[in-house]
Every structure is written in structure tokens, then in C-alpha cells.
């Protein structure tokens, strides 16, 4: 199991604790990652498309030069890229057009065949639940957590999950084989407020507060997200929802790959547990006691 | 005192009160828009397949005689020629206002064929032009700033002096009546098909302006006049828009066969609905139907053409028999669909009620004779509407403000509470409506004789005294939908009676009238119109000559 | 078919609680919620209120939320929605309630639909021809314009459920028809009007909306397709928000600069470097962010091999309008 590895900025920048996660977690897993250096950020839905489009696209040419699936950790990342390569196989023209204009002058071209999945993605599809099950070394028995889809890795679903039904309820199937227990709540898949933080912060900390507030009620210790830009506000900025909503809501965000870690036997310090804003100290309560 | 709310009152929010209003707002009158449904909800939603129009460089005389021809001669040649002339300059309009109408290879309004046209008149949206008229009919209404009164539902009009003078409405939201007055009254309340059951007819295509004009004594013209759709889907509201047929689908009977090319071997699937509709109730009637259906073929056509031409259609179609139209045979048989009769106007709406005006399909001019071109009526709606926005805001400027008492808003109230009263213990309406339905269907339908109209007549006329005697069965006050229905089934029935007079009356065949008992067409007694008036013991039909200009009558044939 | 209807009871006018009532039916075969809902008033509760229109789910009326999901009634068949032989009809969410599921569009749609100035702007034309246009122009504004305004795309918007004053998807659709209309005069002043706060640039981009539109219109893309356009054109914010166009310009200056994104220097540009109150706003979340050392430094990260290819694609792009 080989692919091209896209960390993207954030887990290198604002969660610098994920791209470490991953790796290790993939090391590990013995998923090997071979990491795209010389592409671009894909717009995060932030550039227009007109720049973000031929960036993507001559990722997706670079990892059909090595053979390989692209392979993200952040779904923001492959939301983007999903939707891009959505329209260049669904339009020859454009995919022409963009070969010609952007591509053509380092000699690259994109013929339309790289596949881009998650990190979630590759570990229901490609590695397998059951051996991943095998695999852990730590059962999180008794930890409470919610899934946090967010936007990105959910919708467009004539893009997303379309032939994949299986894939709105990934983060569960995962919460469940690392041992853990499922919290449902009803803000999973809704917008974390990332996106607008600075068009509407007052919307976007409502949102946070909405979202990690639900979960907290109803009895989660932790949440789990595939999308480390989630992982900025519902952590990065909870503080300050807190404040802003007046409510004391102190709930720890894992990123995927640490809550996999965790249960393959990395302690919260490999994991850095402790660069998150939230305090875990609960969640590594809870694992002290497992072990 | 009735509060005067404006020069212009408009009553209806379809397409042609709002061409009315954008029209009065242009002459410069204040102008008040009333509606029962917000106007985005309004029946011209459902005119799917196109409006009629000649072409630049094109002769409006082609579409005029397809007109007369479809209308077997029963048309007013003069409202014809107006409806041909015109029509071409209010689609330019249309699509100066914003209208998204296909275009074709040069870039210009591409055309369809739709039933009864010699070459391709309408121009269309895909299969929603009346959704998009109406959108940007709408636009334009805001744009004109014309006062909007979102879901006030008339009761009565306002006749003081002999002239009309602003109407009784229901405010739903609040469930109170109010007297509103208004220098003149455009009634744009679209059909009354509802009469039959099932009809394609939306909730509130009840006949309101219809039954509120003949109250006020007002004739109706040409009301035997109802046209079948050979389209429906089985159950009210279902049709199958004829912009399938326009794109090139088949109508098939159990044999496999086009048994259209029978009747009309020119133009088969094309032919007017009325030919149509009696070719498919008389291939039902021989036992070559599939479960009392006829089969619509849409299939060759191809898939991407059925959903960029047709993609409401294929929508409306999955929901009603559960087929994808662009891959399967659908079942289809005759429904209600429209009257071409109505309100008698004279060519700018004027009723012959000093302040009434009516456009649309409430109102008859004499364009539509005795069955309504496929694409006529979007073109009646934006050509008369027009006209009569303009005379009635001419009209306004010479009358002084409504003066009058309160004598009828305190009549109205009185009637709605007795009706309340009566409607606890009461028979329901709802069961009046549909025994009126089923009654109108069987006796007054596709194939009729005397004897059935004299049941209708009788029936009708009994069911008004059950109807007097019932009442709905609500509290009254905000948002009562029972006590709305109640009161339109009022105005249904007056519809309905008025229809079946008047069928009863034409002792002919002519169009989508088809008298069993008489099926020949009878020009030397039977070339007028007919004339409903309100009498005391129910409809009087009276007659009134055809305006016959260049189109002499001929045997009708395709 | 026996089918209960549990329907939310509510009355403005007494504001009372909204209460649930059950009414057991027996329905025909293909009913749709609609019927039921006629049926229960006809012959069980006539003060039940709701809307209806054209009976074939063309016109928008009828939105209803049935078993915690925004559909048309007239349309939606009892039996492919029952559960157990139980329906629940609520008024969709987020909207001023009148009366059960009659409910304030006005103060929902109505008024935001007024706002974007949904009228053409005739870029002129000579009157008495139509405007020669080509298929391919007018395809995607016909396509936004087939919206019928039932709601359903605003009820599932995450933003709306938070902040009722956004414009929301739908009226961003209405918008979008006028934007690219080729007859529309008044392109750029549309694209300012909307790019001020509460507009396009408060859509968090979740992609709810496609989903929940029955008609596949897709108002998330037409959103993405306004801020495509505005930044084409250079409006990119209103005047009350410019923080956005900075953030944007911050974002491509990084990407430009190293191929990537400079995350302490966009939160620096986006509050702009005048902007002393803003910058001292920033100020607790990066001594957190410093403490756990992830505090990402502005203006220091390295370039990455592609960096020069990236900034010729942008540059290239930016110079190139499609």
C-alpha cells in the first residue's frame, strides 16, 4: 500500500501536531507515503478556482507521473481537490485547457486518473477495519467520542460519497474498532465556522460553541475530526467561544490519526496531546487508566 | 367606508395581473396587486410548454389562422388579430425584462411546435416557460414597486352605482374582512377547471373572478367551451407537459400504434388537444388502452435531450406513476384542463361593468374560440393583461374615489358567519366538491348529450341548495384553509353551472364541445357565441354573433 | 394504508407552546402528505393550517419538514416516508411559525429576495428585437433561475441556523441569475451590493444547500461562482468588511510567495497591519499557540520546491479571467 502523501499547510502550520500523528500512525499501519513536496495549497476553498484549479491539477499530474493515489489528511484538502478533479474528468475541454495553459510548460500533463482519498478513506477502503482491529494495541474502552465530519469530507455527496454510502458513517465504524464508544450528536457534519472566521467571527464562534457544546452535553469526553481546519476553531478558538457564549464547554478535539494512535499504542506525548488549546488531560485521564 | 386603496386593484398575481399591474404602474396609477396565493405560486406556473408568437419576419397571419382554425371558427376574428399581432412584441418584452427563452443556432428565439401549429410558433424555456414568465413577471413587479397583498382572498366585488368600485377581501393572515376601494378592478383570477375531477388544475383554480363578475351580472361567453388535456397523469394536478409531444414524443395505444396519425394524418401527436383527446377516449372506449391508459413515448428521443428539454416533466412524471420518462412508457389519459370561455371582455378587458376589467383565463375575448391553440394562453395572459392594465388605469384617471357605505363588508360578514354557523352540524363541502367533480366529469365531459347536461344542469342546481345549506367546518379567523374552500366551491359551482347551461344550449359539435347527440358542426345556426347570464332560477344563456374578419369558416381538418 | 400523522401544533396568535397532535389516517394507496394533510382537515381538525398550491411539485408552496426532512408535500408520498407507519410533519426550521405549517416567508425568504434587487438592469438593446444570445450564455442563469423559492436550500443552510440575517443560498441564487445575465448592466455594483457583510462572503461553503434543493440547482457552486466572479472583477469585499479582501489577498501573496499557506501572516494581513485593535484581538490565541508551540511564524516559512511553478500558474491565472 503505497500513495502520494499531501499533508497540506495546516498540519505542518496551525496543528502541527497532526503531521507527526499521521506519519507515525501510517509508519505503523505499514501505509507508505510517499510525500508530494513540490505541489501547491489547493485553495481551501478560499482562492477561486481560476488559480486553485491548474494548482490541483498539476498535483493530480504529479502523482499520476509516480503511479500513485493521492492521499490527504485533512479534509478540507480533499474536498477541494475532490471537487476540482470532479470537473476536469467531467469536462475534456477544460482539462485541455488547463493542461495547455498551466501544465504544458514544465512538461506535465494531466490525463485524468489520479484518485485523492483520506486518510478515512484509505483506512475503512483500502487497509481494512478488521485488521486494523488486529492491530490495536489499546482498546480505548469507557472513552466517550463524537464524530465531527464537517463539510468537506461529507458534500458535495453526488461527489463525496456517491457509490460509497458506507462513508457517512465512517469515523463511527473507526470510534468503534479503536474501542472507543460513539457519541452521536446532531452538529456532526455541519459547518465547524472555520470558513468564516474572518468574514463573520461572531457566526463562526456560535457555530464552535453550538457544535463541541452538543457533544459535551450529551456526555462526549472527546471529539474526533478528520479535518485539521475543524480542528483550528473547535479547538483553536474554543476558548474564545466559550467567552463570547458565556458557557464553560472545555471539550478536547482529536484528530483522526491521533485517536488511531492512541490505540495503536502511542502515548498522548507522541501524539502531542498537549499542543492542543483544549485541555486533554481528561482523555489522558482516561487512558492512564487503561494501561 | 371602504378604504380606497388604490387606482388600479388587481386581483390575481398569475401572469396576466401581474402584466396588468406592471402595465397600470407604467400609466402612472397607484397600483395594488391582490392575490389568494403569493404570485410565485400562481397557476401560470403550470403553462409548461410555450407562448405563442410569429417570428420576426414572419407572418402573424399564420398564427392567427391557426388559431381560428383550432378554435373551429367560434374565435372573434378581431381579438385574434390583436392576439397575433401583439404577441410577438410582448415576447420581445418578455425577454427585454429578463425572460430565459432557448434560443436557437443564430441565437435568436428558437420556436416549437405545439398542437394545432402549421410551423413553430412558441417560443419556450425548456419545459417551464410559464415558471419563468411568471419569475420575471414578478421582478418586474418589484421593480414597479405596485403595492403586493400577499393571500387576501375577494369575497365579493364592490358594485356601487352601477359601476365596479373596489372589492370584499379576506385577509388570511388575520382572518378579518375588509372593504377595499379602487378607482377600477382587473380580475386576473385564471380558470375555474376545477369543476371537474380530476383536473390538472392547482388548489385555487376554482373560477373566482369568473363567478365574482356573473354575480355581478356580468355575462360569460363561450363557457360550454373545456378543454381536455390528452396528457394527464391520473390524479389532480398530474400532466405531462405537451412540450413532450412539441420535442417529438409518440402517444401509443395498447397495439402499439400512433393512433393519432388516424385523426389528424398531418400533424398526428400535433394536432389540437380536442382532436386529440377524443381520438385517446375512443381508443380507451374500444378497449386499446393499457389499464385505461394511453402510452407516452418519449423514449427515442434520448436521454440527454429528455433532460435538458424536459427536465421538469421527467420530475413531475416520477413523482405522479413513479416512470422515468426517458425510459419508460408512461401512462397518460384525458383530463380537465381549461375553459376557454370566461368573463365577457371587449378587446382591452373592459367588462360591461363601468370599472371592471378582466384579463387571462377568467376573461373571454373571443381569441380562443372553441379550442384554446397549445401556447395561447401565456400569449392571452401577457397581450391582454397589458391592454387591460392600460385601460384600466385610463379609466381610473376619470373617475372620482369610491365613495359608499359599508352596507355590503357588513353583508359579507354576516353571510361568512352563517355560513360558519352552519358548518358544524352541516353536510360538508368537501363531499359537495366531490360529487360536483365527478358529476361535471361524467355529464358534462370529453362526450356529451342532452340528456347528461340535463343531469348536469339539475345535478349542479341541487347541489348549489345542499351548498346553502352547508357550511365549513373551521373556526374562521387566520389561515382557515376550509372556510377559503368553502367559499371557493361557491364560486365552483357557479362555474359549473354556468358551463353546463351552456353546453346544454349549443346543440352542435365544435371544438372541444362534442355533442354525441349532435356531432356535426352547424354553421348557419350555431356560428355565435354563447352568453351566460345570472337569471333568478340560475344561468339564462343568451347569444351573441362571431366577429368573422378574413378567415371565412372551413371544414376543419389536419 | 393506516398511517399516523404527528403533526407540530403552533399558534402565533396565542404563543403557546408548540404541541404535537397525532391523527390516525387510512390513506390510499400513492397518497401523498398533501392528501393526508387535506384528509386530517376535511374530516378530523379544520382548524389545521397549511399551504398548498399547484398540486405538482412545480411551484415551491408546499415545503413541509416531514420525518426531520424539507420536503415538497404534494409530492412526497406517505408511504415512501413512513416509518412504522408514522409520519411527523413539522414547519421547516429557522422561519417565524404563523400558524402549524403556515410560517412568515417574508420575514424567512421574501425579504432577502427584495434585497439583492432581483430585477434587470437592461444593459440596453434595441427594443423592438429580442438580444441574440447563445445557448451556452444562458444555460447556468436558466438553470439558477428554475429555482421556485420553496425554502428548502436556506432551512438546510448552517449558516442560517446560527444567523437569520445571512442572505442564505437562495437569495445568492437570485443574485446569481442577475450577475450572469448577459443583459445585466450592473455586474460589478451586484457583486459589491452582496459582498458586504451578512452576504457571499459569510457562506461558510458547507455544501448543505445542494443537498438540500429538490431542484439540482446547486446554490453552493452558484456561491462559489459569485466569488469567483467578484474576484475576477477586484471586489473581492464590501466596504464594511475588508478584512475579507484582505484575507484573500494575504492567502494568494503566500501561496505565490512559497507555494503554500503562511497561516501567521494571513491572520496578521487579514486584521491588517493598521488595524491595532484587531492585531491585539490575536494576541491571546498566539501566546496560547506559542506556549504549545505551534505557533505557525509569519512571514518565515519556507518556500517549497514548486514555489516558482505555483506563482507562474497564478500569476498566469490571475491575468486570465475565463
Known sequence: MKYAFYPGCVSRGGCPELYPAAVKVAERLGIELQELTDVGCTGAGVLSRDISDPINTRTFAKAERLGLPIMTICSTCQGVMSQCNARVQGDVEYLARLNREFLAQEGLEYKGTTEVKHLLWVLVEDFGLEKLKTLVARPLNGLRVSPFYGCYIRRPTDIMTKGFPGRKGYLEDVIKIVGADVQDFGGKTKCCGFPILTANEENSMAMVANHTGEAKEKGADCMVTPCPLCHLNLDGQQPRAEKMKGKQIGLPILHLPQLVGLSLGFSPEEMELKRHFVDTQKVRAKLQMLT | MPELIADVLVVGGGAAGMRAAIEARKQGAEVVLLSKVHPLRSHTITAHAGINGAPAGGAWQAHALDTVRAGDWLNDQDAVEVLCQEAPRAIIELDHMGALFNRDGQGHLDRRRLGGQSAPLACYVNDMTGHYILHVLYEQILKSAAKCCDEWFVTALLVDSGACRGVIALELLTGKLHALGARAVVLATGGGVRAYEPSTGSLGTTGDGVALAYRADVPLMDMEQVQFHPLGLGRNGGLASEATLGEGAHLFNKEGQRFAQAVAPGMAELAPRDLLVRAALAELEAGRGVDGALLLDARHLGKDRVMTRLPQTREVVKAFTGKDLAADPVPVRPIAHRLMGGIHTDLNGATPLPGLYAAGSCASTGAHGATRLGGNTLAEAVVFGRRAGTAAAAYAKTVAAPRGSDALLKDEERRIALALSKGKGGESDVRLREELGRLMMEKAGISRDAAGLQEAVRGVAALQGRYAQAGPRGPGGAFDGGLVAFLELGYTLEVAWAIAAAALARAESRGAHWRRDHPERNDAEWLRHTLVVRGAEGPRVEFRPVTVRQWRPERRAY | ?322
Open chain 3, 1 to 322: 394504508m393506516q398511517v399516523t400523522f404527528k403533526v407540530t401544533r403552533y399558534d402565533r396568535a396565542t404563543g403557546e407552546k408548540p404541541r404535537v397532535q397525532s391523527y390516525a389516517l387510512d390513506l390510499p394507496e400513492g397518497a401523498t402528505i398533501l392528501d393526508g394533510m387535506m384528509r386530517i382537515r376535511e374530516e378530523q381538525d379544520p382548524t389545521l393550517a397549511f399551504r398548498a398550491a399547484c398540486l405538482r411539485g412545480v411551484c415551491g408552496e408546499c415545503t413541509m419538514r416531514v420525518n426531520k426532512s424539507g420536503k415538497l408535500a404534494c409530492v412526497t408520498r406517505v408511504a415512501s416516508i413512513a416509518k412504522n407507519n408514522e409520519v411527523t410533519v413539522e414547519p421547516i426550521r429557522y422561519i417565524p411559525v404563523i400558524k402549524d405549517l403556515v410560517f412568515d416567508m417574508e420575514a424567512f425568504l421574501w425579504r432577502k429576495i427584495k434585497a439583492v434587487e432581483p430585477w434587470l438592469k437592461p444593459n440596453g438593446g434595441a427594443s423592438d428585437r429580442e438580444h441574440v444570445l447563445r445557448e451556452e450564455e444562458l444555460a447556468e442563469v436558466r438553470k439558477a433561475m428554475s429555482c421556485y423559492m420553496c425554502g428548502l436550500c436556506d432551512e438546510g443552510c448552517t449558516v442560517i441556523a446560527v444567523d437569520g440575517g445571512f442572505l442564505g443560498p437562495a437569495a445568492l441564487t437570485k443574485a446569481y441569475r442577475f450577475v450572469f445575465d448577459p443583459r445585466d448592466h450592473a455586474r460589478v455594483e451586484r457583486l459589491r451590493h452582496l459582498s458586504e457583510p451578512k452576504g457571499m462572503w459569510d457562506c461558510t461553503h458547507c455544501f448543505e444547500a445542494n443537498g438540500h434543493c429538490p431542484r439540482g440547482i446547486n446554490p453552493t457552486d452558484r456561491i462559489f461562482d459569485l466569488r469567483d466572479e467578484s474576484i475576477r472583477r477586484g471586489v473581492k469585499s464590501g466596504a464594511a468588511n475588508q478584512q475579507v479582501a484582505r484575507h484573500y489577498d494575504s492567502f494568494v501573496a503566500s501561496v505565490k510567495k512559497s507555494g503554500w499557506l503562511d497561516e501567521g501572516r494571513l491572520a496578521i494581513e487579514s486584521e491588517g497591519w493598521t488595524n491595532v485593535a484587531g492585531l491585539l484581538e490575536l494576541l491571546p490565541t498566539a501566546v496560547k499557540a506559542l506556549q504549545r508551540g505551534k505557533l505557525p511564524m509569519p512571514y518565515l516559512h519556507r518556500s517549497r520546491p514548486g514555489a516558482e511553478q505555483i506563482r507562474r500558474i497564478i500569476e498566469r491565472a490571475e491575468g486570465k479571467p475565463s
